[in-house]
Each structure stands twice: as C-alpha cells, then as structure tokens.
C-alpha cells in the first residue's frame, strides 16, 4: 500500500488544470450500455474507479478501449451478460449504476448488492422500487438482485422520498427505452446528472426537466452512438482550492465551472477569503496573514444539491480547524462521514462530535502526524491539513484518495507542496474492503 508524505506549513500559489468529473463519468459509462453503437467519451479520469467500470463492462462483453488522443470509445452491441459480479461491486458500490441501463437493453440482470461502506448503510432500495414501478420483478437471493422485465419495462411516475443521485441517474437511464413516459419527482439535481440527461439527448434520449427536482423522460425504441464529454469535477476543483486557502496561499483552477459550486464559492466568502471567477476558472486568495487576517469560522450543513455539497464537508472541516472561532457542520446526507474527525484530532485539532454535527473550535496550528484515510474525501481532508500542518504528515491507506483524485500529489507539487508518494510492498488492498 501506497504512503504520501507531506511536509507541510507551505503557502500554495499557482494554477492546476482540473479533470473530468469521476461522479459524472461513472453513470455516463453506464450508459453506455443502452447504445446501439460506439461512444466515444472525453475527458474521462484515470482513476482507479473508472478503472472498474471499464473492466465491469469488458466483463459483460463490451469492447473498451483508450486511443492515442486519450479517448474512451465503448462499444457495447457485443455484450451479451448482463451481470455484476460482487468482486467488481464490492469495491466500488457505484456499480450499481449498471442495473437500470442492463434491465432497458436485456430485459433481465444480475447486480450484486453494493454493501454498507465507511460512510454509511447506503442502501439502494429507492433504485429498486422505482425499478419494480416501471414493471421489473427484482428478488434478491444471496446478495444479489436478480431482475426480470420479460415485457421491457413501461414508463412510471417515480417519488423518491429520498434524493438520490445515482437512483435518479439508474431510473432516467432505465426510462429512455422504457415504453411510453416517466416522471421522476423529487429528483437529484446535481450538475452530474444533467450531464448524463445531456449525454442521453445525444445518443438520441428523451429527457426534460433534468436540473430541476422533476424529470421526465419519453422512452423511445433505442438510442445510438456519439460522442460525449465529461463535465469538469467541482469537489476537485474545491479540494485544490482549499489547499490554497488552507496554507494561506493563492490558487487558480481552470477548465472548470463556477456555477457548479455556488453553495461553497458562497460560504468561504463569508469566511474571508477573495473569490474571483471567469466562464471555465476559480480563483481564491487566501486571508493575508501578514496583514493580521484571518480565516473566519461559519457554520454549514450538507444538503442535496444546490445546497453543501457533502462530498466537500471533510474538506471544509480542515479549513475550519484553522479558522478564527467556533464552527458548527451538520451532515445531513450520510449517517456516519465523520471518520475524518479522529485523524484530525491527532493533527492537533480541537473538535467534538454532538450527533450528526461537529463542533469545531478553531486553533492556531496543526502539528504533523502519521494518520490513516478510511474513506475518499476523508483522505482528502487530511491532505489538507497535512498541507497547513508544521512538520510531517504520513498518510496511510492512500488507494482511498486514488479513487477520486487524479495524479494528486504530481497537481499540488505543480503549486508548492512538498509531497511525496512511498509505495511500500505491505499487502495490497486489504480483501473485503468496501468503498465509499
Ligand atoms: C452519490 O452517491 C455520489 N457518488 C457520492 O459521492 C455523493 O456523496 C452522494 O451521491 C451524495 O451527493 C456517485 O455519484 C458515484 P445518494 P449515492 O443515493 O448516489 C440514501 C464521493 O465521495 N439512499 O444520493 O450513492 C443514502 O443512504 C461519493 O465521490 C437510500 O436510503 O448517494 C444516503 O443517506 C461518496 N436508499 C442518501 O440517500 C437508496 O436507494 C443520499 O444517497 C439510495 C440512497
């Protein structure tokens, strides 16, 4: 397993070139099995992630391969086995994204259950019942969901009574071959999910409403091939941004989109920080401490998008170990994405749990320590306070930050930090684990 070795206490200025959006890129690989014909992706990631999603569709019989301009091209008219294996599943629950795509195109699948993982039980009962709305048998025997929809499926009016990004983007991509209309209510509103409904209009899908909490979606007999781009990942683009802000430095991100991040972009204004923004690049100055500034503490509570995006709540957390005052942060979405907490806490931090809400009191350093990342964005918060920290920081169990951050230590060395990668041949990916 992989270490990164931080010396930290390094004010971070420059710019780094932000990738595409593994979140985005995950369900529109997926979608690529309801294709009669090739699709051509751009700015896909490398990551370990997409990585399995590639080989979970080779698996099914799909022809997957990069070219020499970094192009992803699936072809899925091959595949003829509509199956996804536990020892793909179990270590990247995102798998799951497959079910509703290989139900439309076979009429029946076989998905294993993703299990629980760090963050929490994550079932995916709301993808299953809309499933069933839309005419699907669906047992599960031996953690497996075996679904049948001998008819093809017909179009339903879909509630989740829960907002659910993949189980809104597993129903939308299910009801583009579905007969007759879909609605789903109450649905995700994540820019990833309207780059998915964008995706599906150009391979000839019926989509409406996507962006907004209602969705509806006309089925049509088959959607064809094209080419399609991954929209630049926002939690990235903030994660560096917080390395900038974090070290009392000043960081650019380009090919990225603002407007995707309001809800942070917002809050660390009210934190002090200077904020300036173009159509594809973020900038953010940090509070000058030399001129006695410094980063004021707020409160947040992570909500479904527009709101906090929970995926960047570990990160703002290390910000705000920092910050001048007390700050509250609530994680509303996941039951337990505080695993962060204990790590930071050996960093010097001063934080306490009160149920689903942290209380942190900001102090004037952090002190470097070995500590272990249990999950993705908490491996990233730890980065960041290693990147603030006096001395060193050993981060262990780093496979977890390789599944969402592309060549992170080569991006932040780009503006500073001095960051290095050990791999030590200790046992590879302990069996059995399970992601987030
Ligand atoms: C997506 O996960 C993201 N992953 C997560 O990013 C992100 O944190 C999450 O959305 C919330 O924004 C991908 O897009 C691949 P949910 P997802 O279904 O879709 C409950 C990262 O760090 N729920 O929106 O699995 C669930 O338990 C990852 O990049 C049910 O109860 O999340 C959770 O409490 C982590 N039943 C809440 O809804 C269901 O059937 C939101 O989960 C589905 C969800």
């Known amino acids: 397993m992989d270490k990164i070795i931080i010396q930290g206490g390094v004010p971070l200025h420059g710019t780094i070139e932000i990738s595409g959006a593994k ?9 690529a099995i309801l294709a009669d014909g090739e699709v051509i992706y751009q700015r896909i990631p490398h990551l370990k992630d997409i990585s399995t999603m590639m080989t979970l569709l080779a698996h099914q019989g799909a022809d997957v391969m ?21 020892e793909l599943v179990k270590t990247m629950r995102a798998s799951a994204l497959v079910l509703g795509p290989l139900l439309a195109r076979f009429g029946h699948a076989e998905v294993s259950l993703p299990g629980g993982c760090a963050i929490g039980a994550r079932p995916i009962d709301l993808h299953l019942k809309g499933l069933e709305a839309m005419g699907a048998h669906i047992e599960v025997e031996h953690g497996v969901v075996k679904a049948h929809a001998p008819q093809g499926l017909h179009g339903a009016r879909i509630f989740f009574d829960i907002v659910t990004v993949t189980g809104t983007e597993n129903l939308m991509m299910a009801a583009t071959l579905a007969k007759g209309e879909t609605i789903i209510e109450n649905a995700a509103r994540e820019p990833e ?24 979606i006309q089925g049509v007999p088959s959607l064809h091939g094209g080419t399609i781009e991954t929209i630049a990942d926002r939690i990235e ?29 917002t809050k660390i204004k009210t934190c002090g920080v200077k904020v300036d923004s173009g159509d594809d690049w973020i900038r953010c100055q940090a509070p000058k401490r030399e ?5 004021k503490s707020t409160n947040i509570q992570t909500r479904p998008h527009p709101g906090f995006p929970t995926d960047l709540q570990a990160q703002f957390m290390a910000l705000m170990c920092l910050a001048e005052g007390t700050s509250d942060i609530t994680e509303s979405i996941f039951e337990n994405r505080f695993m962060h907490v204990q790590e930071l806490a050996r960093m010097g931090a001063d934080i306490h749990l009160d149920g689903h809400t942290a209380i942190i009191r900001g102090v004037s350093q952090l002190s470097g320590a070995p500590v272990m990342a249990t999950d993705l964005r908490a491996s990233a918060s730890l980065v960041l306070a ?21 060549r992170i230590e080569e991006k932040l060395k780009q503006v500073g930090a001095q960051i290095e990668r050990h791999s030590t041949s200790e046992q590879l990916i302990p069996q059995g684990m399970l992601y987030d």
């Open 66 to 86: 990069f070219d020499h301009k970094n192009c992803l091209h699936v072809d899925t008219r091959m595949a003829d086995k509509p199956v996804a294996p536990y």
């Open 193 to 216: 999910v309207v780059n998915l409904a964008d995706s599906l209009r150009r391979l000839g899908a019926k989509i409406k409403g996507d962006g907004s909490g209602t969705i509806t």
């Open 237 to 265: 683009a903030a994660t560096y941004l917080s390395a900038g802000i974090i070290t009392g430095g000043d960081i650019t991100v380009t090919k990225t989109n603002p407007a995707d991040l309001e809800a942070f972009l």
């Open 23 to 31: 979140n985005a890129a995950l369900p529109l690989l997926a979608a």
């Open 386 to 406: 290693g990147l603030a920290a006096q001395g060193t920081t050993t981060i262990s169990r780093v496979y977890h930050i390789d599944r969402g951050y592309e």
């Open 291 to 295: 001129n006695g500034e410094k980063l």
